[in-house]
Each structure stands twice: as C-alpha cells, then as structure tokens.
C-alpha cells in the first residue's frame, strides 16, 4: 500500500472496500466529492448517495436551516445565530435590572469591606437569576445589592468620620498636655 501514488485518486490512492474520505476511483477526486452509490455506508467519510453530509452544502435561498446561513435582517428572530429579538429581549421585551455591581465594588473598596462584599455578592445573583428566568428574583436581588451598596457607604462615612474625630481628639489631648515654652 503506497501513499504516494498520486494516480486517479486525490491525494493518494485507498485500498478498495474502505478507509478515511474515500475518493472514487474514477474521476478526479475533490473536496466534498463522495463515491457514488455503491452499497453500504462502512467507510469513514462516506456518504450516502442521496445528499447530504458535510462536503455537500444546501442549495441556497430556502429556509434558514442552512449550514452559515443567516435569516435576512428585519425578519424573524427565531433562527439567527446570535440574534436578538426586538425590544431588547428579556422579560415581556424588557431589560434586566441593574445590578449595581460597580457602586458594589467601589463600597467594597473604599468604605465598609463586611458590607460591601454582600453587596457584590447580590448584584452577581441579579444576572443570573434574570437568565434562568426568575425575574421577580432578579429584581429582588438588585434592590438587595443597592440597599446593602448604600449600608456600606453609610457605614464607611461613619466609620471615616470617627476615625478622623479620633485622630483630632488624640492630637488636641497631646498638644494640651504638652508644656508650653515661653522664653
């Protein structure tokens, strides 16, 4: 058995009976070009000789189940691959509800991080939930993440203004009870 033999074939002649992406052996093989209707569909790359397979494309112009083939823009929305339906989608043409993510982390960060990380926590449940369908979760969960983002910057105000009341109080108490130089 020779691989090289560039004779009828294709790329390389088969042994008779089978073997991968078998090409007819008369007749110039090609790509997509499938043996003709002889018995069986045994070997690997094989195709029956009724259509189909996946060297064969569709014809063009029918329906929207061809292989690449795109529904026109403006029609239906239910076959386009990556298509959107009109109205942005979601829940009755809806869109999901904010999730607050970004006050989130930034409360998380600069004021109050016990807090803050419920807030994080919460506004990632929003898409989810809006995803799986639970809408009415999804809202819940986004008024949960801004309560919980606003609870973290009250409390980081809170927790800042005391400590810069903390630092002036320990800074007058030093300096009262410092001796005062008088020359």
């Given at each position: 058995?020779?691989?090289?033999?560039?004779?009828?074939?294709?790329?390389?002649?088969?042994?008779?009976?089978?073997?991968?992406?078998?090409?007819p052996?008369?007749?110039?093989?090609?790509?997509?070009?499938q043996?003709?209707?002889?018995?069986?569909?045994?070997?690997?790359?094989?195709?029956?000789?009724?259509?189909g397979?996946?060297g064969?494309?569709p014809?063009?112009?029918?329906?929207?189940?061809?292989?690449?083939?795109?529904p026109?823009?403006?029609?239906?929305?239910?076959?386009?691959?990556g298509q959107?339906?009109?109205?942005?989608?979601g829940?009755?043409?809806?869109?999901?509800?904010?999730?607050?993510?970004?006050?989130?982390?930034?409360?998380t960060?600069?004021?109050?991080?016990?807090?803050?990380?419920?807030?994080?926590?919460k506004?990632?449940?929003?898409?989810?939930?809006?995803?799986?369908?639970?809408?009415?979760?999804?809202?819940?969960?986004?008024?949960?993440?801004?309560?919980?983002?606003?609870?973290?910057?009250i409390?980081?105000?809170?927790?800042?203004?005391?400590l810069?009341?903390?630092?002036?109080?320990?800074?007058?108490l030093?300096a009262?009870?410092?001796?005062?130089?008088s020359?």
């Amino acid at each position: 058995m020779t691989y090289g033999n560039q004779g009828d074939g294709g790329y390389g002649s088969q042994p008779p009976g089978g073997g991968y992406g078998q090409q007819p052996p008369s007749g110039g093989g090609g790509y997509g070009q499938q043996p003709p209707s002889g018995g069986g569909y045994g070997g690997y790359g094989q195709q029956p000789p009724s259509g189909g397979g996946y060297g064969e494309q569709p014809p063009s112009g029918g329906g929207y189940g061809g292989y690449g083939q795109q529904p026109p823009s403006g029609g239906g929305y239910g076959g386009g691959y990556g298509q959107q339906p009109p109205g942005g989608g979601g829940y009755g043409g809806q869109q999901p509800p904010d999730n607050h993510l970004v006050p989130a982390i930034l409360t998380t960060l600069f004021c109050c991080l016990p807090l803050g990380i419920v807030s994080i926590v919460k506004s990632s449940q929003v898409n989810q939930k809006w995803q799986v369908g639970d809408y009415q979760g999804a809202v819940q969960a986004s008024e949960e993440a801004k309560t919980w983002w606003k609870r973290s910057i009250i409390f980081g105000a809170i927790g800042w203004g005391l400590l810069v009341l903390f630092y002036v109080v320990v800074f007058v108490l030093l300096a009262a009870s410092m001796p005062s130089t008088s020359y």
